[in-house]
């Protein structure tokens, strides 16, 4: 266990941090998960709507970066064009 003031006071920012960082993933999976679990094509057009909205929250969070951002909706996008 920490000794001093400030390490004590890292702990606790720290965790606060992971929880709410850990939150923020879980929801991101939760959307990615709707586009990839949609029944038809218009469906997974309006969750992909709704990924994209999660994504740039995150990145403008700073939970994911911006490159990052960018390959996830674009594996997305190409994912329901490809729908039949």
Known sequence: MAHHKSAIKRIRIQEKQRTRN???R?????AIRK???A???EAAAQAL???YSVIDKLV???IL???TAANKKS???KFVNAMG
Not at 26 to 30: A, D, V
Request: proline residues 0%; without cysteine; positive net charge.
């Open 65 to 67: 970066k911006k490159n």
């Open 26 to 30: 879980s929801r991101l999976k939760t």
């Open 75 to 77: 594996r997305l996008t």
């Open 22 to 24: 850990r939150m923020y």
């Open 49 to 51: 709507v709704d990924a």
């Open 35 to 37: 586009v990839r679990e």
């Open 39 to 41: 029944e038809n094509k």
């Open 60 to 62: 403008s969070k700073g």
